[in-house]
């Protein structure tokens, strides 16, 4: 299966991240912002932000005399022991200041062995998550984290995707031909968030982003009842700008 994968915004914001935090690790007695904008070649217009995301994630602290040295967090996901369990429990973090932060339940999901798989998320009493009242593995055709990953891989891909789940009619709003999804998913820029306006559910809107970038696809989502509807795509764009820790924790985990 090839993937339609085109670095988004986010996913350039996590590989600087990167670069910046191989700066901080070869220097273990500290290195001060200059010293990394000498290292990394980033301004510091870019570096100050990275660095300030950086230290909110855990994965550089500051020192007394103002320099960087890695922190906690990037220990424990450096570490092999329990990398797994500290990565779940570093990305529930993020979510649950992403949830916080827009407002609305957020989502991780993944494509994986062919499937739809929503992987972590969270939500609260005021943010509530969607009641999956039809598993999502076999409705990607009608919510915006299965469309959101379906616009990652092919054309082969999506249609074999298809060809394995009936396209059901969940609401008077899902798109059943395959010949008008396929047409939409080839359209849809991938900077610019998939939307689900109560097609999977009556009663709720979902919106997601791609968090992929070569050979996994995966994506953030976050949920809103539809009286909130009207705050949809705020949320969204928040959503992405927001998604670069998400990406980075996944990159130092890596595969």
């Not at 999956?132 to 055709?141: G, I, N």
Request: aromatic fraction near 4%.
């Amino acid at each position: 299966m090839a993937l339609r994968n085109e670095p988004t915004a986010p996913y350039h914001s996590a590989q600087d991240a990167l670069r910046v935090l191989e700066g901080v690790a070869r220097h273990t007695a500290g290195v001060t912002e200059a010293g990394l904008a000498r290292a990394t070649g980033l301004g510091l217009e870019r570096l100050t932000p990275l660095l300030l995301m950086l230290r909110r994630e855990g994965y550089v602290e500051q020192t007394a005399d103002g320099a960087y040295v890695t922190g906690d967090a990037l220990a424990r996901l450096g570490s092999a022991r329990g990398r797994e369990e500290a990565l779940r429990e570093k990305l529930q973090r993020t979510l649950d200041r992403l949830r916080d932060a827009v407002g609305a339940a957020v989502y991780i999901s993944r494509y994986v062995d062919g499937e739809v798989r929503v992987t972590q998320y969270a939500a609260g009493p005021a943010t509530p998550a969607v009641h999956e009242w039809v598993d999502f593995r076999c409705s990607a055709h009608a919510t915006a984290v299965g469309k959101s990953l379906l616009t990652q891989l092919d054309h082969d891909g999506r249609r074999d995707h298809l060809s394995r789940h009936r396209m059901a009619r969940l609401t008077s709003r899902t798109i059943t031909s395959d010949k008008l999804l396929l047409s939409r998913l080839e359209a849809q820029p991938p900077t610019v968030p998939v939307l689900d306006l109560q097609e999977y559910a009556v009663g709720t809107v979902c919106a997601a982003v791609p968090i992929t970038a070569g050979s996994s696809v995966g994506c953030l989502a976050l949920s809103l009842p539809v009286a909130h509807a009207h705050r949809l795509r705020r949320a969204a764009d928040a959503l992405n700008r927001n998604a670069a820790p998400v990406l980075l924790s996944l990159a130092i985990q890596g595969p």
